[in-house]
């Protein structure tokens, strides 16, 4: 398979074990639509063709126009015409978000309060990944090449040290750096900034968890300036750690960082009032979302908040970040207050 790394004899003996497990004949490197649609409409319950599958890619180049009206299936995650059917699995391990709304269920809706729960899906609270198997991966990263190549006919797999994914973990990875590089590839060939959005958000969320337990073992050392108090001593290696994280992740992916650029690492964000000129710093901006990883709550009557929705460049969302050992819904978006 030309421009992948993934070894062909590996990828054949998948095809044979999908061939004798469903009685269907793949070709290994053949991205096939899958069985399950878990996207409807929210407006009319009926299904949509989200990105995922070769019917996505029939109506032209893959766009915000095409995956924007899109949202996965209500909160249950049931599949089947007008969101019924039995629950499935396999449907909620291929959801494949690729826009706010779509993370963050009813966050267009104009009734949308102003702090709305990331859904458990995404961050894979439930599990359902768990469930994934090599076939079935092999068809998602397949269904994942076939949208990078649509976007980018010269874009070539970089492994980024794998080769031949053998376990679920390994698969994870590589699922995950392709759509990154999906990301990276609407961003650089159209500006487009939503799905690199939710890649950041992933990206977070991940090293975020990591630097909390690296955090509180270092604490427990005393390894970490507690001068001010523990908490706000575990906050700030938090902080430090993932931003560098960020910016090398960014690096890695070609995406720049520069005072021009809508996207950006602990970005000075000025606000005009009056002849008042300030700055607020969120922990990164992509477009007109900010980020703020934290471990308090934080609301629309928390100052710093108030200052990021002020200021010049007018977030419509503000992602607060926070450990998912803190709980459910840990995470969560705070839509910008109506005037």
Known sequence: ???RETDFGTLARIAFRFYLRTGRRIAPNTAIELKFNPYHDPRNGQFTFAPGGQLS???GALSPRNYASAPPGGPTGRGGRGGRGRRSSNSEAFRDPML???VFPGLQSPAARSIISAADYFFDLTGPASVLNAELSLLRANALLAQIQKIDPNYRVRSRGMTNPETAAGWKTYLAGLRMDRA?????ARGETGP???ETLRFLQERVDAAYAEG???LKAGKIDTRLSDRVGLGNFIDLTVRKELREFYNIYGIQLTKASPVRVVPREYWTKG?????SIPDSRVGRVAFDMTLHQKTLGTPQIRNFFGSDFQPDVIIIVRPTQLGRGSTYAITRPRS
Not at 184 to 188: N, P, T
Not at 275 to 279: D, G, H, L, P, S
């Open 1 to 3: 398979m030309q421009g």
């Open 57 to 59: 890619l029939r109506s």
């Open 100 to 102: 706010l709304h779509q």
């Open 184 to 188: 990276a590839a609407l961003y650089g």
């Open 196 to 198: 690199l959005q939710v």
């Open 216 to 218: 509180l073992k270092r």
């Open 275 to 279: 002849e008042e000129r300030t700055f």
